[in-house]
């Protein structure tokens, strides 16, 4: 690829994801954008910038960029934290509402293994505590195609045998005449899915107890992941909490949120953790 469409391509990223594409990594562009390429009859992804260039349509543009977007997710990936959610989170923000209601955001959250996860969860492992409660997920993603699938929730065979055992695929997915496993209908009522950009503002969305944002900042520019950063912080419930991936973190990035008490990966608004840790 020659540098000046990788620089065209890597720009158009930035500007419509956040996302920061080393040069070293110019083939997961071609990669990413070999489909829309076919489907256009581009020879090259130097045709495919030339008619960027020539035609400025937003929406193409803006299809480039989330496609662009790594799609990388698994089921009950971090399983250990999606468990303590649902045993030690959501419990606590139950007790601290009147509303008997709570919602979980996932953040960026591709074709929709990490929600389908927590519904499993939800449907296999309720505690006693949240018995009653009406617990809503939100999964959105920039890519409007991978927000639609994820909506269907279809898998291949590769994807459901990364994180799903045997038991949990039989009693919660179907298989089609494709081949492809379908997440049950039960399932699927659990979950909303949106398209999102996360550079976006999300006050349409509503405010969450629980905010899951994984392996979604790091490759971000910095600028990017401060407005995402902040845009979350804006998002949370008194008392909420922003969950994030292994080895991610916040310092440097906003004041509005620091790590939360006993829970690694957990951010919470500013003071509340020591305020929390005084009191108890």
């Not at 008490?261 to 951010?267: E, K, Q």
Request: hydrophobic share 40%.
């Amino acid at each position: 690829m020659k540098d000046e469409v990788f620089n065209e391509l890597a720009d158009l990223a930035l500007k419509g994801s956040g996302q920061s594409i080393p040069k070293s990594k110019a083939y997961l562009i071609e990669a990413r954008l070999a489909p829309i390429a076919r489907r256009e009859g581009f020879g090259t992804m130097e045709d495919l910038v030339h008619c960027v260039k020539s035609r400025a349509n937003p929406a193409f543009i803006s299809e480039i960029a989330a496609t662009l977007v790594s799609k990388d997710t698994r089921f009950f990936r971090e399983r250990d934290t999606l468990q303590r959610v649902l045993t030690d989170v959501l419990p606590e923000r139950l007790k601290a509402t009147n509303t008997g209601r709570l919602k979980i955001w996932l953040a960026g959250g591709s074709t929709g293994q990490e929600a389908y996860s927590l519904a499993i969860l939800l449907e296999d492992e309720l505690p006693p505590a949240l018995r009653g409660a009406k617990i809503e997920i939100l999964s959105t993603d920039i890519c409007k195609v991978t927000t639609e699938n994820a909506r269907m929730g279809r898998y291949g065979h590769y994807d459901v045998q990364k994180g799903l055992s045997i038991h949990r695929l039989t009693k919660h997915f179907n298989r089609l005449e494709t081949g492809q496993w379908e997440a049950s209908e039960a399932l699927r009522s659990h979950i909303s899915f949106r398209q999102h950009n996360l550079l976006e503002s999300a006050a349409g969305l509503g405010k969450f107890d629980v905010i899951i944002c994984r392996n979604v900042l790091p490759g971000m520019a910095r600028s990017a992941r401060v407005r995402v950063v902040e845009s979350l912080a804006s998002q949370l419930v008194p008392g909420g909490l922003v969950l994030l991936g292994q080895g991610e973190g916040l310092i440097g990035l906003t004041n509005k949120l620091e790590p939360a008490r006993d829970f690694r990966g957990a951010w919470v608004a500013a003071g509340t953790a020591n305020a929390a840790a005084s009191a108890a």
